[in-house]
Each structure stands twice: as structure tokens, then as C-alpha cells.
């Protein structure tokens, strides 16, 4: 199929009421949802706002709510989705600024709180040494890397929707990807957070954010991995103080 | 509202990050405050894909590092920076990999290097093949650390604020409530990246539109060597989105429609791996003279991946295959990559010198916004990154010491001039479209300044530019809400890019040579006797100035520059 | 916003099963209490209780008894499964490992069923 033409319900928010909006763009093959929404911006509405940057699906701005699942709207094809009728919310478990943008300041506190950056004892500023790192140490924490932050996986996950102070997925992958760093000394310190009422135990596995995360992370693998390096973590603190 | 901060860096990239780390770690006294139209690791620097060029091994050197930027900048670069540039380098690889940075690693455990375009040593450090994204999450991620850092993200910077040949501090609009807020600072950083966006074929994010440069350029900054804008070889096509330069440092061929490494004929000893000015000007000669391919999105160019096979490429050029399977249905281990040149890279910017002071007391310039110059008329593979550290760090570390030797706190009024300018815009109700004057820039750019120019097309150019100008004094914003404005900033864009343009396409007519990236098939040689200087533009009230200043060379004459 | 959890609209295999074992588990906290309190009914005399017992083992609690059957096992089979996954192992398994949990469940609870029935119905 070449061409067809689509209906975007668009879901809109100006701050004090909720409606949505219906445009027909003409869709051909390869175009993507992103590029349908430019072309409602430019041609029918530039009032409608959304967040777009890199357009390949490296940036993370652009994961909105399409037919019904998240998704980054550069790397979907809108002759792919197989519907003439294309519904496009923002996502969920977020607050709705205005149209598709989303309140993330609070996602990103949370990501802040796993204390993501490498730790280490000795802090070389001026005169760094470098680090040796096999690839094989590299391949046991390189793909919880990729993330980027586009919060698909929160607001997918049942935990975070339920309890506004979990860390959610994306943080927790984030944690054990500094955990499994062959560089990191921070284990303690992140063990600390990561064990706490926040931590890996608000997490059911419905494994959703694993489904829907559009860069391969696995943060329900990560949080599993997790769990359970928390769990003899809590056991030798209980047993050798 | 006003915020006072010792230190504003405008720009949350590489630079911006690098900058204000850099800051923090001279003083944790310093308050320091960085503003970014969008969360930092959304910025265009993640789309980085090849690697970051530093010297680590013992048979490589400065010297040679040095001589490759200042070959490949066709003898523009200022060479006491190019070697104040290669030797600060190592040490900031170092530093990332103690941050965290993922680098790929050989097997032995130390840091991989690759082969990249015009580098006489593989020296390209890499992180798969993103790069750029490792090195910003990483920095993204170190500046968590430190607690006199305030970000200010989605605040979207309108104008400096300058007095006196002084910077005040600068005025932004926070999206979120679409209030105008002042920063006053003692010093400012612009790191807000490149112009690309002026092009419409390019492999540049949305949001890189050249605000810094801009708003620079009406303060009083002028730009420097604004003509030359880099033109990768291997865009993807339609979109635009970058295939790597170590595509072809890995092993990849570019085949013409005759099935042949047509590259043979234009830099017979590098071959894929000339500089990225000379490929491209090849790649473009082939597709003129009808030895492209044809397809419905225009003519192009084949990128053979085939021959490295599957493991290979899925271990150090991942992105590159998901990215060429998902927007061009095309499996690299299968099949070649459909490409053409696209816009890429800003080699002018603002003007500064080495410690990237500008002319204007407190204010400073890193990365692609800079032009300081290490670049010249042609910027090597994996050298943009690597500046952005280095410079960032520079940047940082100068305006910390500046801002702790002022004892005082500059205060202005300017809020509410530029709240009133603000207010104006969007009360307007003309009848022309911003989106409408972007895309017929786009479209003028891309025909008249692309990869060979002649004066007849400048021209054309210019007057179309100067059309679009006196539309944009008539435009309709149709978005009258303060809530995060989307329309109102994107029509501020478009005023900062014909701005821009214009000064792109006067300095373009004016150099009447071939030089690096800027080629022009009416004066095809370069000519060294009358060129050999940088290209000044100032902004006045009647019209854009130029003026020239000479290419500092210290250590290499220029010769005849064959690959 | 508590109902968020059993929203499977447009999931996975994977978050419906969790929503499942959410359900089950309340419904069998529930018979817990109501079983608990059978039990209690002992200590009034070995006579009140048999009373109790022969009042749910008849033809009419039959079909709630294949469902509350239903809920146990699933709870149980999805449970080992949950214990396996959480502690990190065989997580690259989890596709094959969730249609086995269901074939396991589907045939267990057919047996019980039919074992249950069969008494019940003294056949």
C-alpha cells in the first residue's frame, strides 16, 4: 500500500478543559506519526503542541500514546499501524501539560535519586588514570545503557500508576546498570535506595515495561536482576550486621 | 521574575554539560545555572554517532593530530588552537571513562580506536556507534553531582542582555507557563549548538536553529566564517538521518551506479576515508553527471555494508542497522544504504579566541556555536565531540575564574523592553505562515548553497531571503495562549534563521574562491594570496558589515591539500 | 487510580497475568477468611461443623467451587512462575515459561474439576 489517507484523533488539553481534535492527513508509505503531526501543526492547527527533536529515536521526546500503546512517534509508520483511524493520546501516569507534552520534572527527580553516575572512591579530576574494562564486563551492563528516558515503561507500569512515590522502571534499570559497571564502588550506596519502600520490592512483573520500551532495555530484567542481589544484600545485613 | 546566578550557560549539549561541570569543579561556591530549551538529554548532541578523535597511543602524536585538523581545514584553522585542541584531548577521554562513559574496548580491556575520513592514525575513540548519546548521558549524569548546579530546562532564551560592552544576564521564556523570566549572571556561556535547520536536507534534530548565534549577532557578537557549513556524505534518504562516518572506517565502499568505488578517481590514496568535504563534492559530482541511482525521493548514492557481515556490524554499528531497517526498509547485511550529502555541521559561529572569550566582557562561546577556529573551512570526523569537551571545559573553567574576581552582581531593566517585544509578536495577525517561510528557506537554501555554488543562484538566494524577510514582518501566530507556545517559539526560530541565512549567503558571494566546504563553480581554485582570512560579519543598524581577519599559522604553511 | 492495576486494555500476556494473580489473590484472601471462619464453627461441637461442611458440598456451590479451584491453582502455577522470574532466573525464557504456566494451569484445573464433580455429583 502506497498511500492512504487517516483520521488523527488527537487528544488536546489548554490547561482547563479536555477535547479532542480530528484532522485527515494524507499518509504515505514511510511517513511516520511524527511527520503526520508536523503536518497538522503546519497546514490545520499550529496551535497543537508536541515534543519533537532528533526524529531517529535517540532523543526520547516524542513517546506519546498511539491506538492505545506507547510508542516514539518518529519510528512509527502510520501505514504500518493498519487503521485508517489513528488515536493519539499522551501518556498516561504523567500530568498533562498541554496537548501531548507531559509534566517529567518528577520522572527525572526519580531518576536522579538512584544516584546514576559512576561511584567512585578516588576522584581524579585533573589527572585521570584509565579504567580497565573487558568487553565481556562491557556486555553485562552496555544494553541497560540505552536507555532514553522517553517514559514509555511509567506509564506502562501498574506500580507507578498506582503509587505516585515509586521509582519506576526506567530509574531502577538505570541502577542496575551502574551495579553491574564493572568500574562502579558504589554498591552500598545504591543498595541503600534500591532496597528502601520505593525500591524493587513495589515491583509485581506485570512485565509491560519490558513490551513497550522501543530501545531493548529490559528494565523488568534489570529490576528481577535486581531484586535479587537486594535480597542477599538485606540478608547479609540482617545476619552480619 | 529574576534569577541571579553567578554563571548562565545557555545550551545543555556536550559543551553546555562539559561547561558546567567544568565550573563546578573550580568552585563549589559558584552558583551556577544552565538553560535549555528541552530536557538535557534530549539535546541534538545525542545524535552523535562516529566517535570522539584523541591521541592514546604511543605511535600516534600531537603533532600529526594537529596536522591532520589543519590539513582538513584547508589551511583555515587557527593553528595555536588546533594545538591547544589535540593536546587537552586524552585527558578528557580519560575523564569520561572515569564518569562512566561505555566505551567500546579491544580485548585486552583498554580503550578501542577506529580509523576514520582524513585522520592519518585510527584514533576515533567510540561507543558502539552512539557516541555522542553515551557522552551526554554520561556528563547528563556526572552534573547530578554536583549541587550548586540549577537546571533550568525548557526555558526557551529570547535575547542577551548587554550594557556597556558588559553581559547582564539574558531573558526566557519558561514553556511550562510561557512567563518571561530574566537570569541575571556575571558571566554567560552560549552553548547552544549549530544552525542546520536553515537546510532542509539535514541530519540535524528539530530544535537546532541557531538561537545563540542569532541573538549573539543583533547583541553585538559578530560571526565568523558563517559561509562554510559541512556537507556529510552519507545522509540518509528521505529523511536525512546520518549514516556514520565509521561506516566507512569500518570497511564500507560507495558504489555509483556503474557498480564501481568511484572514489578511485577523486582521492585515489584515502579513498572512502578523504575528508568529508572532498566525498561529498565527489558523491554530488557522480549524481550530476547521472551516475547515481534513481529512486522516487531523488537520485542517490549506494553505502556497501555488505561485505563486513552480520556480526560486525552488529557490534560496532548497531544504530546504523536498526536505523536503516526502520526509516528506509533496508537491511545493511543484505542490502547497500540509500544515501546522499546532507547538511551537517556549522564550521562558523560566534567569534572567539582561544580561552572562547568574545568581544563582550563576560560573555562566552563553546562548541558548534563557536567558531574559534580549529575547523577552518572543513571540520574532520569525530573532531566536533572532542571539541565540545575541550572547549566546554575551557569555557567553564574561564568564566568560573571571571565570575569569581567580580564582586558585584549586574542588575538591568531589560525585562520589561523584552516582555513587551514578547507581547507584540503575539498580539500579531498577519496573514503570512512561519511554517510557509521555513519551508520556501529550506527550499532556497537547499538549492543555492548547497555543495557547489555559483554567484547567479547566491543571488537568487539573497533576494529570496530578503523577500522572506519583509513576509516575516506580517506573520500570524495562531496560538495566543502562554502555555507552553509552541507556535511563538517556533516563530522566533524563524526569525533567528533568516537572520542567519542572510549572513551565510553574503559572506558566501563575497569569498571568491574555493575553500574547504564552501565551493563555487565560478571560482573553482583556492586562492591563498587574497583568501587566507577569516570572514568577519557585524550586525548594524543599516545592514550586516564585514571585515577579515588573517588565519593565525604557526607551525604549517599551507600546500596543495590531495588524498 | 487503584483500578489502574487491572486495566488490560491493549497489554500484554504478561501484564493480564499479572492483573489475574492480583485478582485471584483477593479472591482467595477472601475464602480464606470465609474458610477460617468454617473452621472456627468446631469448637460450638463436631455436629455444627458437619452441618456447615454438608450445606457447601452440594450440586449448587458446585460451580463456585470450580471457579475458587480455578483461582487456586492459577494463583499457585503463576505464583512459581513469579518466584522463578523475580529472583532473576530464566528471565530470557519468559515467553515459553508463561504458555506452559497457562497449559499447566488449563489441566490441572481440568482434573480437579472433574475429580471434584465426580464426588459432588457421586459418580
Redesign the interface.
Known amino acids: 500500500m502506497e498511500e492512504m489517507e487517516v483520521i488523527f484523533r488527537i487528544k488536546r488539553f489548554d490547561g482547563e478543559r479536555e477535547y479532542w481534535s480530528n484532522f485527515v492527513i494524507p499518509a504515505k508509505k514511510g511517513m511516520t506519526v511524527l511527520e503526520g503531526l508536523f503536518y497538522v501543526k503546519e497546514n490545520y492547527d499550529s496551535s497543537l503542541a508536541f515534543r519533537a527533536s532528533c526524529r531517529m529515536g535517540i532523543c526520547g521526546s516524542c513517546a506519546i500514546k498511539i491506538n492505545g500503546k506507547p510508542k516514539l512517534a518518529c519510528e512509527t509508520q502510520i501505514l504500518h499501524l493498519n487503521s485508517n483511524k489513528i488515536k493519539v493520546e499522551p501518556l498516561d501516569n504523567f500530568k498533562v501539560i498541554k496537548d501531548l507534552i507531559t509534566e517529567f520534572e518528577g520522572f527525572f527527580v526519580k531518576h536522579s535519586r538512584v544516584k546514576p553516575y559512576l561511584i567512585r572512591k578516588e576522584d581524579n579530576y585533573a589527572e585521570p588514570v584509565e579504567l580497565i574494562q573487558k568487553p565481556s564486563q562491557l556486555s553485562k551492563y552496555y544494553d541497560y545503557s540505552l536507555c532514553i528516558k522517553c517514559g514509555a515503561c511509567y506509564s506502562v507500569c501498574p506500580a507507578s500508576s498506582s503509587r505516585d512515590d515509586y521509582l519506576g522502571p526506567a530509574a531502577m534499570a538505570s541502577a542496575y546498570r551502574f551495579i553491574a559497571d564493572s568500574r562502579d564502588e558504589g554498591y552500598k550506596e545504591r543498595m541503600e535506595i534500591v532496597c528502601g519502600d520505593c525500591g524493587v520490592w513495589r515491583c509485581h512483573f506485570a512485565g509491560e515495561c519490558s513490551e513497550v520500551c522501543p530501545k531493548g532495555v529490559e528494565p523488568a530484567k534489570a529490576i528481577q536482576k535486581l531484586r535479587f542481589k537486594s535480597a542477599l544484600y538485606m540478608l547479609r545485613k540482617l545476619f552480619m550486621g | 521574575m529574576r534569577i541571579r546566578s553567578d554563571i548562565v550557560i545557555v545550551g545543555a549539549g556536550l559543551a553546555g554539560l562539559r561547561a558546567a561541570i567544568s565550573a563546578a569543579?573550580v568552585s563549589n561556591q559558584l552558583s551556577i545555572a544552565i538553560i535549555s530549551k528541552?530536557?538535557p538529554?534530549?539535546?541534538?548532541s545525542?545524535?552523535a554517532e562516529g566517535g570522539t578523535a584523541a591521541v592514546l597511543s604511543e605511535e600516534d602524536s600531537f603533532d600529526l593530530h594537529a596536522w591532520d585538523t589543519v590539513k582538513g581545514s584547508d589551511f583555515l584553522a587557527d593553528q595555536p588552537a588546533v594545538e591547544l585542541f589535540v593536546r587537552e584531548m586524552p585527558?578528557e577521554i580519560?575523564?569520561l571513562?572515569?564518569?562512566?562513559c561505555?566505551?567500546?574496548?579491544t580485548?585486552?580491556?583498554?580503550?578501542a580506536q577506529r580509523p576514520f575520513g582524513g585522520h592519518s592514525f585510527n584514533r576515533t575513540v567510540f561507543a558502539?556507534d552512539?557516541t555522542g548519546?553515551?557522552e551526554v548521558?554520561t556528563l547528563y549524569?556526572?552534573m547530578?553531582?554536583y549541587p550548586n548546579i540549577t537546571r533550568f530546562?525548557e526555558y526557551f532564551v529570547t535575547n542577551l542582555a548587554i550594557e556597556d560592552n558588559e553581559v547582564k544576564g539574558l531573558t526566557a521564556i519558561e514553556l511550562?507557563t510561557g512567563e518571561l523570566v530574566l537570569f541575571e549572571a556575571k558571566a554567560v556561556i552560549l552553548a547552544t549548538g549549530g544552525a542546520g535547520r536553515l537546510f532542509g536536507f539535514t541530519t540535524y534534530?528539530?530544535?537546532v536553529t541557531g538561537d545563540g548565534m542569532a541573538i549573539a549577532f543583533r547583541a553585538g557578537v559578530p560571526l565568523k566564517d558563517m559561509e562554510f557549513f559541512q556537507f556529510h556524505p552519507t545522509g540518509l534518504i528521505?529523511?536525512g538521518?546520518?549514516m556514520t562516518e565509521a561506516c566507512r572506517g569500518e570497511g564500507g565502499y560507495l558504489i555509483n551506479r556503474n557498480e564501481e568505488r568511484f572514489m578511485k578517481n577523486y582521492a585515489p590514496e584515502r579513498m572512502e576515508l578523504a575528508p568529508r568535504d572532498v566525498v561529498a563534492r565527489s558523491m554530488w559530482r557522480e549524481i550530476i553527471e547521472g551516475r547515481g541511482f534513481d529512486s522516487p525521493y531523488g537520485p542517490y548514492i549506494a553505502l556497501d555494508l555488505t561485505h563486513l557481515g552480520e556480526d560486525k556490524i552488529d557490534e560496532r554499528l548497531p544504530?546504523i542497522r536498526s536505523?536503516s531497517i526502520?526509516?528506509a526498509?533496508v537491511d545493511p547485511v543484505e542490502e547497500p544504504i540509500p544515501v546522499r550529502p546532507v547538511a551537517h555541521y556549522t564550521m562558523g559561529g560566534v567569534h572567539t579566541n582561544m580561552n572562547c572569550e568574545t568581544n563582550i566582557r563576560g560573555l562566552y562561546a563553546a562548541g558548534e556555536v563557536a567558531c574559534v577556529s580549529i575547523h577552518g573551512a572543513n571540520r574532520l570526523g569525530s573532531n566536533s565531540t572532542a571539541e565540545c569537551l575541550v572547549f566546554g571545559r575551557i569555557a567553564g573553567e574561564k568564566a568560573a575564574e571571571y565570575a569569581l574576581k567580580k564582586n558585584y552582581y549586574p542588575s538591568t531593566d531589560f525585562l520589561k523592553e523584552e516582555e513587551s517585544k514578547i507581547n507584540s509578536l503575539l498580539k500579531e495577525s498577519g496573514d503570512e505562515?512561519p511554517?510557509?517561510i521555513k519551508?520556501e528557506l529550506n527550499k532556497t537554501m537547499d538549492e543555492n548553497l548547497w555543495i557547489f555554488r555559483n554567484e547567479e543562484g547566491m543571488m537568487d538566494a539573497l533576494r529570496k531571503i530578503n523577500e522572506l524577510k519583509e513576509r516575516y514582518a506580517n506573520i500570524s501566530?495562531?496560538?495566543k495562549?502562554r502555555?507552553?507556545?509552541?507556535?511563538l517559539t517556533?516563530a522566533i526560530e524563524v526569525g533567528f534563521m533568516l537572520d542567519l541565512a542572510e549572513v551565510v549567503v553574503l559572506g558566501a558571494l563575497k569569498r571568491k574562491e574555493s575553500r574547504g566546504a564552501h565551493f563555487r563553480t565560478d571560482y573553482p581554485e583556492r586562492d591563498d594570496e587574497n583568501w587566507l582570512k577569516h570572514t568577519l560579519a557585524h550586525y548594524t543598524k543599516d545592514g550586516i558589515e564585514f571585515s577579515y581577519i588573517p588565519v593565525e599559522i604557526t607551525k604549517w604553511e599551507p600546500v596543495e591539500r590531495k588524498y | 487510580m487503584w483500578l489502574k492495576w487491572f486495566d488490560f486494555r491493549k497489554k500484554s500476556l504478561f501484564h493480564i497475568s499479572y492483573s489475574l494473580h492480583r485478582l485471584t489473590g483477593v479472591v482467595l484472601a477472601v475464602y480464606l477468611v470465609m474458610h477460617l471462619s468454617y473452621l472456627t464453627s468446631l469448637r460450638l461441637g463436631r455436629g455444627v461443623y458437619e452441618y456447615f461442611i454438608s450445606t457447601t458440598l452440594t450440586p449448587a456451590f458446585l460451580g463456585f467451587d470450580i471457579l475458587l479451584v480455578l483461582a487456586g491453582v492459577y494463583h499457585g502455577v503463576n505464583g512459581i512462575r513469579l518466584i522463578l522470574h523475580e529472583f532473576g532466573i530464566a528471565y530470557e525464557l519468559r515467553r515459553p515459561i508463561l504458555y506452559l504456566c497457562y497449559v499447566v494451569v488449563l489441566v490441572v484445573w481440568l482434573y480437579a474439576s472433574y475429580v471434584l464433580y465426580s464426588y459432588v455429583m457421586g459418580v
Open positions: 569543579e528541552t530536557y538529554i534530549r539535546c541534538h545525542v545524535c585527558n580519560l575523564r571513562d572515569n564518569w562512566g561505555p566505551w567500546s574496548r580485548d585486552d580491556g583498554r580503550i558502539a552512539r548519546f553515551h548521558h549524569e556526572r547530578l553531582m530546562e511550562k534534530s528539530h530544535q528521505p529523511s538521518i546520518l544504530l536505523a526502520k526509516f526498509g505562515s511554517y510557509q519551508s501566530i495562531t496560538d495562549s502555555r507552553f507556545n509552541t507556535d517556533f
